[in-house]
């Protein structure tokens, strides 16, 4: 899709303040946004990879995959180290410029599903209610890695297993359709 250069420089920016929002959203649970983030990078390198795109910022993927891997050597729970805002946002950014570089841009909300989900929600739940005074899913506890932990009783562990798991899934399911096309 060719898209005029207004239009992709605002999606451009629509898709790095909503990367860096949900990620930054679903940093609530120890290793969830990482351990996310993780799948999400590596997704786009394996896209990168069947399309053939090599070059310094595949590197750079796998670079910062090996220092997520450390954080979250330290980040299970019982967590001894904290990312905070800076570093899920840092993560928000590389995942939007990881779909930029694609040159397929529309693939994370594929690859960032689960993300996008869980911390999605609760922007529009909170941007609803906070400027047009709409009240939606008043029973649902957002983020939705908050209901699943304290109203559904899901540990942490369980709660991030679960959460990969879905975004590993959805994730294969696109790249074999890439390969399969």
């Not at 250069?5 to 920016?13: A, C, E, I, N, R």
Request: aromatic share 10%.
């Amino acid at each position: 899709i060719t898209l005029p250069v207004w239009l992709f420089g605002l999606l451009t920016v629509v898709l790095v303040w909503v990367s860096i929002n949900v990620t930054n959203c679903a940093d609530g649970v120890d290793g969830l946004s990482g351990t996310l983030t993780m799948i999400t990078l590596a997704s786009f390198y394996v896209l990168n990879a069947i399309f053939e795109q090599e070059g310094t910022f595949n590197y750079l993927l796998l670079l910062f995959m090996a220092c997520l891997l450390g954080y979250l050597w330290h980040n299970a729970t019982p967590s001894t180290m904290l990312m905070g805002d800076a570093g899920s946002r840092a993560m928000g950014t590389l995942i939007a410029i990881a779909a930029l570089v694609s040159g397929r841009p529309f693939v994370y909300l594929a690859f960032a599903l689960v993300l996008m989900v869980d911390g999605g929600i609760g922007l529009v739940k909170v941007s609803l209610l906070r400027f047009l005074k709409i009240r939606i899913l008043k029973n649902v506890r957002t983020p939705l890695h908050d209901q699943a932990r304290k109203v559904n009783g899901w540990s942490n562990t369980q709660t991030v297993y679960r959460f990969g798991i879905i975004q590993l899934v959805v994730s294969a399911a696109v790249i074999y359709l890439v390969l399969a096309a």
